[in-house]
Protein backbone atom coordinates (compact mmCIF):
# COMPACT_ATOMS: atom_id res chain seq x y z
CA UNK A 1 0.00 0.00 0.00
CA UNK A 2 1.27 3.37 -0.84
CA UNK A 3 0.31 6.43 1.73
CA UNK A 4 -0.12 9.37 -0.07
CA UNK A 5 0.36 12.50 2.47
CA UNK A 6 -2.72 14.93 2.86
CA UNK A 7 -1.41 17.79 5.00
CA UNK A 8 -4.14 20.44 2.57
CA UNK A 9 -1.32 20.93 -0.10
CA UNK A 10 -3.67 20.02 -2.96
CA UNK A 11 -3.15 17.18 -6.35
CA UNK A 12 -3.52 14.68 -3.84
CA UNK A 13 -7.29 13.22 -5.65
CA UNK A 14 -5.15 13.54 -8.51
CA UNK A 15 -2.44 11.03 -7.97
CA UNK A 16 -4.86 8.63 -6.14
CA UNK A 17 -7.22 8.30 -9.36
CA UNK A 18 -3.67 7.96 -11.28
CA UNK A 19 -2.88 5.18 -9.02
CA UNK A 20 -6.51 3.50 -8.95
CA UNK A 21 -6.11 3.42 -12.77
CA UNK A 22 -2.81 1.26 -12.46
CA UNK A 23 -4.58 -0.97 -9.74
CA UNK A 24 -1.97 0.21 -7.24
CA UNK A 25 -3.70 0.10 -3.49
CA UNK A 26 -3.37 3.76 -2.10
CA UNK A 27 -4.41 5.86 0.90
CA UNK A 28 -4.80 9.66 1.69
CA UNK A 29 -3.97 10.28 5.14
CA UNK A 30 -2.50 12.30 7.72
CA UNK A 31 -1.60 9.92 10.21
CA UNK A 32 1.77 9.02 11.61
CA UNK A 33 0.87 5.12 12.29
CA UNK A 34 -0.08 4.81 7.87
CA UNK A 35 3.18 5.94 7.05
CA UNK A 36 4.41 3.56 9.22
CA UNK A 37 2.33 0.47 8.40
CA UNK A 38 2.70 1.77 4.25
CA UNK A 39 5.22 0.03 1.77
CA UNK A 40 6.45 3.45 0.60
CA UNK A 41 5.17 6.99 0.75
CA UNK A 42 4.15 9.61 -1.83
CA UNK A 43 4.29 13.25 -0.87
CA UNK A 44 2.60 15.72 -3.42
CA UNK A 45 1.89 19.46 -3.19
CA UNK A 46 1.51 22.45 -5.27
CA UNK A 47 1.60 26.02 -3.94
CA UNK A 48 4.19 27.59 -1.98
CA UNK A 49 7.20 26.33 0.09
CA UNK A 50 6.88 28.00 3.50
CA UNK A 51 3.36 27.67 4.30
CA UNK A 52 3.31 24.01 2.73
CA UNK A 53 6.31 23.42 5.56
CA UNK A 54 4.36 25.44 7.90
CA UNK A 55 1.26 22.63 7.03
CA UNK A 56 3.76 19.56 7.57
CA UNK A 57 5.06 20.85 11.13
CA UNK A 58 1.64 21.46 12.59
CA UNK A 59 1.02 17.73 11.25
CA UNK A 60 3.49 16.52 13.27
CA UNK A 61 4.45 14.36 10.55
CA UNK A 62 8.53 15.63 9.95
CA UNK A 63 10.14 13.66 11.74
CA UNK A 64 8.06 10.33 11.07
CA UNK A 65 8.72 11.36 7.10
CA UNK A 66 12.08 11.61 7.69
CA UNK A 67 12.64 8.28 9.71
CA UNK A 68 10.56 6.34 7.17
CA UNK A 69 12.38 7.89 3.84
CA UNK A 70 15.34 5.60 4.92
CA UNK A 71 13.97 2.27 5.00
CA UNK A 72 11.34 2.68 2.23
CA UNK A 73 10.85 4.35 -0.95
CA UNK A 74 9.82 8.10 -0.89
CA UNK A 75 8.20 9.91 -3.60
CA UNK A 76 7.91 14.03 -3.52
CA UNK A 77 5.84 15.22 -6.35
CA UNK A 78 6.11 18.86 -7.94
CA UNK A 79 6.19 21.08 -4.67
CA UNK A 80 6.58 17.85 -2.64
CA UNK A 81 9.89 17.17 -4.88
CA UNK A 82 11.41 20.89 -3.11
CA UNK A 83 10.37 19.85 -0.62
CA UNK A 84 12.80 16.96 -0.49
CA UNK A 85 15.53 19.89 0.25
CA UNK A 86 17.69 21.76 2.88
CA UNK A 87 15.83 24.81 2.26
CA UNK A 88 13.90 27.35 -0.16
CA UNK A 89 14.12 31.12 -1.18
CA UNK A 90 10.55 31.23 -1.62
CA UNK A 91 9.11 34.44 -0.40
CA UNK A 92 11.25 34.35 2.49
CA UNK A 93 14.51 31.78 3.67
CA UNK A 94 12.73 28.52 4.96
CA UNK A 95 14.21 25.37 5.58
CA UNK A 96 12.87 21.91 4.10
CA UNK A 97 12.96 18.16 5.35
CA UNK A 98 16.51 18.00 4.33
CA UNK A 99 16.85 14.60 2.45
CA UNK A 100 18.13 16.07 -0.04
CA UNK A 101 21.76 18.33 -0.15
CA UNK A 102 21.07 21.89 -1.87
CA UNK A 103 18.33 24.24 -2.38
CA UNK A 104 14.84 25.85 -3.75
CA UNK A 105 15.20 29.04 -5.61
CA UNK A 106 13.24 31.01 -8.22
CA UNK A 107 13.74 30.31 -12.20
CA UNK A 108 15.34 33.68 -13.40
CA UNK A 109 16.67 32.81 -16.78
CA UNK A 110 15.81 35.98 -19.26
CA UNK A 111 12.93 36.04 -21.72
CA UNK A 112 11.16 33.12 -19.94
CA UNK A 113 7.15 32.74 -19.03
CA UNK A 114 7.02 32.16 -15.25
CA UNK A 115 5.49 29.98 -13.97
CA UNK A 116 6.99 27.61 -16.12
CA UNK A 117 3.80 25.29 -17.68
CA UNK A 118 3.68 23.39 -20.30
CA UNK A 119 5.40 19.44 -21.76
CA UNK A 120 9.45 19.50 -21.58
CA UNK A 121 11.52 16.46 -22.57
CA UNK A 122 13.37 14.56 -20.26
CA UNK A 123 16.59 14.07 -20.73
CA UNK A 124 18.37 11.50 -18.26
CA UNK A 125 21.71 11.88 -16.12
CA UNK A 126 21.21 8.86 -14.37
CA UNK A 127 19.71 5.14 -14.74
CA UNK A 128 17.65 4.87 -11.75
CA UNK A 129 14.86 1.98 -11.03
CA UNK A 130 11.67 4.67 -11.69
CA UNK A 131 13.24 4.77 -15.58
CA UNK A 132 12.60 1.59 -16.42
CA UNK A 133 10.83 1.15 -19.93
CA UNK A 134 10.78 4.86 -20.71
CA UNK A 135 12.67 5.77 -24.47
CA UNK A 136 14.92 8.75 -25.26
CA UNK A 137 11.87 10.98 -26.47
CA UNK A 138 10.07 10.89 -23.55
CA UNK A 139 7.76 14.59 -22.43
CA UNK A 140 6.10 15.32 -19.26
CA UNK A 141 4.15 18.62 -17.56
CA UNK A 142 5.43 21.26 -15.83
CA UNK A 143 4.15 23.78 -13.41
CA UNK A 144 6.28 25.37 -11.49
CA UNK A 145 8.43 29.19 -10.96
CA UNK A 146 10.90 28.16 -8.50
CA UNK A 147 13.44 25.04 -9.16
CA UNK A 148 15.79 23.28 -7.43
CA UNK A 149 19.73 23.62 -6.92
CA UNK A 150 21.08 20.04 -6.35
CA UNK A 151 24.45 20.57 -4.43
CA UNK A 152 25.87 17.50 -6.23
CA UNK A 153 25.22 16.23 -9.88
CA UNK A 154 24.74 12.78 -8.18
CA UNK A 155 21.52 14.02 -6.91
CA UNK A 156 20.31 14.86 -10.27
CA UNK A 157 18.49 12.00 -11.86
CA UNK A 158 16.86 13.63 -15.07
CA UNK A 159 16.46 17.24 -16.49
CA UNK A 160 14.46 19.60 -18.50
CA UNK A 161 15.86 22.69 -20.87
CA UNK A 162 13.90 25.73 -19.78
CA UNK A 163 16.68 28.53 -20.06
CA UNK A 164 18.75 26.37 -18.33
CA UNK A 165 18.66 23.17 -16.90
CA UNK A 166 15.64 22.17 -14.50
CA UNK A 167 16.28 19.58 -12.51
CA UNK A 168 12.83 17.24 -13.88
CA UNK A 169 14.01 14.17 -11.35
CA UNK A 170 16.44 13.98 -8.20
CA UNK A 171 16.98 11.48 -5.42
CA UNK A 172 18.88 10.91 -2.35
CA UNK A 173 20.86 7.61 -3.94
CA UNK A 174 18.87 5.80 -1.98
CA UNK A 175 15.15 5.57 -1.11
CA UNK A 176 14.08 9.02 -1.97
CA UNK A 177 12.85 10.32 -5.03
CA UNK A 178 11.27 13.33 -6.70
CA UNK A 179 9.55 14.59 -9.85
CA UNK A 180 9.60 18.39 -10.44
CA UNK A 181 6.88 17.41 -13.38
CA UNK A 182 3.56 16.05 -12.74
CA UNK A 183 3.80 12.26 -13.31
CA UNK A 184 -0.05 11.85 -12.59
CA UNK A 185 -0.74 14.82 -15.36
CA UNK A 186 2.50 13.41 -17.85
CA UNK A 187 0.13 10.61 -19.86
CA UNK A 188 1.60 7.27 -20.45
CA UNK A 189 5.51 8.18 -19.71
CA UNK A 190 4.13 9.61 -15.81
CA UNK A 191 2.31 6.26 -15.59
CA UNK A 192 4.90 4.74 -16.48
CA UNK A 193 6.98 6.41 -13.64
CA UNK A 194 4.25 5.74 -10.92
CA UNK A 195 3.81 2.16 -11.91
CA UNK A 196 8.07 1.82 -11.55
CA UNK A 197 7.38 3.12 -8.40
CA UNK A 198 5.28 1.38 -7.23
CA UNK A 199 7.07 -1.85 -7.82
CA UNK A 200 10.60 -1.13 -6.40
CA UNK A 201 9.02 -2.95 -3.05
Given at each position: MIAIIDYGAGNIFSVKNALDHLGVESKLTDKKEDLIAADEIILPGVGAFPWAMNMLKNS????????????KPFLGICLGMQLLFEKSFEFEECDGLGLIMGRVDKITDPGLVIPHMGWNKLEY???????????????VY????????CESEDNLYAYSEYGSKVPAVVGDNGFVYG???????SGETGLKILRNFAELV
Amino acid sequence: MIAIIDYGAGNIFSVKNALDHLGVESKLTDKKEDLIAADEIILPGVGAFPWAMNMLKNSGLVDTIKEQAKVKPFLGICLGMQLLFEKSFEFEECDGLGLIMGRVDKITDPGLVIPHMGWNKLEYNKEVPIFKGLGNDEYVYFVHSYKAFCESEDNLYAYSEYGSKVPAVVGDNGFVYGCQFHPEKSGETGLKILRNFAELV
